[in-house]
């Protein structure tokens, strides 16, 4: 497996609190992303990044903020948590952003209430 | 943007039977194509991938296809076991982050 750990795993958490997803790898991959998972939706991109400090937008980013202060470590933060971002949020890496493989952690489910 | 739509969004077949999922692309630039499967409660996992300079790909069980005139590619699963269940999804990319299809609930019954 790669190694992609994800924290928090589980999280319930109240509307308008603000909320960080950390996600840690060992594989020195210069791209990571994060995705969100919802029923019908299959896996949507939020944000990436391209290197230390370097991120772009997804489909889905409105809502949702990130920092990539070191290669081995993204964070996702939404500032002020909706109902709506109740997920199950992915982190990925990978060597390259075109034609490489994507290894995906195993996931953390938020629950905003 | 590239756009990916996955069929069937469930598939139910009983053990030892073969299934199919089929996807199409947009993006006549795509030339990478990954097939996940994600386990209930876990991430998704690179089960076979093809590139555009090859038509077939097989490994034991699967095996994946692609038209590129035609702009689809498909996965095929023979002899499926109750551990094939899962959540299959295909994706394409190129010179860009692949995007994601939305995913096929393969239902494989004792």
């Known amino acids: 497996d790669a190694g992609i750990t994800q924290s928090p795993r589980h999280k319930v958490t109240e509307t308008g609190t603000p909320v960080t997803l950390r996600c840690h790898q060992t594989?020195?991959?210069?791209?990571m992303y994060w995705y969100r998972q919802d029923p019908g939706h299959g896996l949507r991109l939020i944000h990436y990044s391209y290197g230390v400090k370097d991120t772009d937008k997804g489909e889905v980013s409105d809502g949702y903020s990130v920092s990539r202060s070191k290669t081995e470590d993204f964070l996702l933060t939404l500032e002020s948590a909706t109902s709506s971002q109740t997920s199950v949020y992915f982190c990925?890496?990978?060597?390259?952003?075109?034609?490489?493989?994507?290894?995906f952690g195993e996931g953390s489910w938020l629950t905003v209430v | 943007g590239e756009n990916v739509e996955q069929h069937p969004s469930t598939l139910s077949v009983q053990e030892g039977d073969s299934a199919v999922i089929k996807c199409t692309y947009s993006?006549?630039?795509?030339?990478?194509f990954p097939w996940y499967k994600q386990e209930l409660g876990k991430g998704p996992q690179l089960i076979i991938d093809?590139?555009?300079?090859?038509g077939e790909k097989k490994d034991q069980r699967i095996a994946v296809t692609l038209n590129k005139t035609a702009k689809h590619f498909s996965l095929h699963i023979t002899e499926t076991q109750p551990e094939d269940s899962a959540v299959y999804f295909c994706?394409?990319?190129?010179?860009?982050?692949?995007?994601f299809g939305r995913g096929t609930s393969l239902i494989v019954h004792p």
């Open positions: 994706a394409a990319g190129g010179s860009y982050i692949p995007t």
């Open positions: 990925a890496i990978s060597e390259s952003g075109s034609g490489n493989t994507i290894y």
């Open positions: 594989e020195n991959h210069r791209y």
């Open positions: 093809i590139r555009s300079n090859v």
């Open positions: 993006d006549s630039a795509s030339n990478y």
